[in-house]
């Protein structure tokens, strides 16, 4: 079979290597000449909207999916038209319209922040009157890895902040004082079939992922489980979505939002689970039975950004497996991952904070 995929990032590229062994075949539409995708299969570089493109792209593949979301909803409704594509542009366009986003998970009863939707600063300063603060100021697309957002954490922060962000239609989230984040990856199957991935508790520094650990027996996984299944089914999903959420000191569970892709935090699968989420994902639109997703050992998922750590010195530490994404290092970019393994939690710390000493983040 032949992946059409739109997009050229490491997700692609992750794809494609988990495709292999299923004789899967990968082309890839993507503008930068960099792509670090192109060496997994055949690479269209061409601008997002370019109708010849398309065509190719058509004209290789018998489905097409995505590994990046920023990308016109018009173009890949007309891909459909000619051949499947999943996951559904109704998924892609509520997931990158904060205020869409959020609308759906009131309407399916998920617990959310206070919200105010944004378009001027008159707005904004009513919002934060009935509100409060501290809060988040978002845009409602585009904006990842904390960028596109501004913490308001006092009445001083707050004029002007409309135009700082651009003048764009915005979100208002009351702060949350949560005791920790976690995500739950999930994939749909084109026969509705949803399975869950245990939880991952995931580490941010400066608004980017820097550790994602599986929890099996975290004890909010079954609501979680729920949640995602309520929007797979709304949404008629296919393929594999993450969710964020925040668990509040007292427990609750409350969702920040979803990626309509396989994401950062599910990377540990690759090694740490029965079937990764890149497998999961391609079977799910290639119309394949979807595989077990238990974790199989204890394990975590470090980022490494902006800068490589010594190579020898990570792989020299036991449970310790390199993924180099082939992009040029820069500050704040994700540039590839260790995924830790061990035989108990325990020695798992220890050989986490081996690898943590390593890294040489550059976060910008």
Not at 36 to 58: K, P, R, T, Y
Not at 186 to 199: T, Y
Request: overall charge negative; aromatic content about 6%.
């Amino acid at each position: 079979m032949h992946i059409g995929i739109v997009g050229g990032g490491q997700l692609g590229r992750m794809l494609a290597q988990a495709g292999a062994p299923l004789d899967m075949r990968f082309t890839f539409l993507d503008p930068s000449t960099q792509a670090c995708a192109a060496s997994q299969g055949v690479h269209l570089c061409a601008d997002w909207d370019d109708e010849e493109a398309h065509q190719a792209l058509i004209e290789a593949s018998d489905v097409i999916t995505f590994e990046f979301e920023n990308v016109s909803t018009m173009a890949l409704t007309q891909l459909a038209e000619q051949r499947p594509a999943f996951p559904p542009a109704k998924a892609l366009e509520t997931a990158r319209d904060r205020g869409a986003e959020k609308s759906l998970f009131q309407s399916l009863d998920i617990a959310i922040a206070p919200i105010a939707l944004i378009e001027s600063q008159e707005d904004l300063d009513r919002a934060v009157a009935e509100i409060g603060l501290p809060a988040v100021l978002k845009t409602r697309t585009l904006g990842y890895d904390g960028k596109g957002q501004k913490v308001l954490r006092s009445a001083d922060y707050v004029p002007g902040s409309v135009a700082e962000l651009g003048d764009v239609p915005l979100i208002l989230e009351g702060f949350i004082d949560f005791d920790h984040e976690v995500s739950a990856i999930a994939v749909r199957g084109r026969d509705g079939e949803v399975r869950v991935w245990p939880l991952s508790r995931n580490e941010h520094r400066q608004g980017i992922l820097h550790r994602a650990e599986p929890q099996p027996d975290h004890p909010l996984y079954a609501r979680a489980a729920d949640y995602a299944t309520r929007v797979l089914d709304a949404l008629e999903y296919v393929g594999v979505m993450a969710f964020e959420f925040f668990v509040t000191r007292d427990g609750e569970l409350l969702a920040n939002e979803i990626a309509p892709r396989v994401h950062n935090s599910g990377h540990w699968s690759i090694e740490g689970a029965t079937t990764s989420q890149f497998e999961n994902h391609l079977r799910a639109v290639a119309g394949l039975p979807l595989g077990d997703t238990t974790r199989l050992v204890p394990c975590a998922m470090l980022n490494i950004i902006g800068a490589f750590p010594d190579r020898d010195a990570v792989l020299s530490v036991a449970g310790a497996r390199l993924h180099d994404y082939d992009k040029a290092p820069r500050p704040g970019r994700k540039i590839g991952h260790v995924t830790v393994l061990a035989p108990d939690e325990a020695t798992l710390a220890e050989r986490v904070a081996a690898v943590e000493a390593l890294l040489v983040n550059d976060l910008g």
